[in-house]
């Protein structure tokens, strides 16, 4: 038989193995979400937004038609609006990326 000596000490180094696992996947994880990139449009793809994992605005894309009707605050809230998504976009995928690096089936 194993001592309770022993036995802690096994349940130790899994425990350790465990936390250096989840660790690891973490790190991967938020590398993952550090590559992230995501383009949401608004207006029909009128304006379109380009954000990064960090949630930085990296393009904003507007369609040169939508000048000739003149309308600015429409033009603001279809920004808005693809910024909005964008942002949106970029918090869902990174919660699924962090909850997939956290998750004990990967040790």
């Known amino acids: 038989m194993r001592s309770d000596e022993e036995h802690d ?5 899994i425990f350790k ?7 690891s996947n973490m790190q991967e994880a938020q590398k993952k979400v550090e590559r992230l ?8 793809g009128l304006v ?5 994992g960090q949630r930085k605005l990296l393009k904003m894309e507007i ?5 000739k009707i003149n309308e600015k605050e429409m033009l603001e809230d279809l920004v ?15 919660q699924e990326i ?6 004990l089936r990967y040790v």
Do not use: C, W, Y
């Open 63 to 67: 369609d040169p038609s939508i000048f």
């Open 9 to 13: 000490k096994t349940h130790r180094e």
């Open 80 to 94: 808005v609006a693809a910024v909005g998504l964008a942002m949106e976009s970029i918090d869902k995928q990174s």
């Open 17 to 23: 193995n465990i936390v250096t696992r989840l660790q």
């Open 98 to 103: 962090l909850d997939d690096g956290t998750s």
């Open 48 to 52: 379109k937004a380009t954000m990064n």
């Open 37 to 44: 990139k995501v383009t949401a449009e608004s207006g029909g």
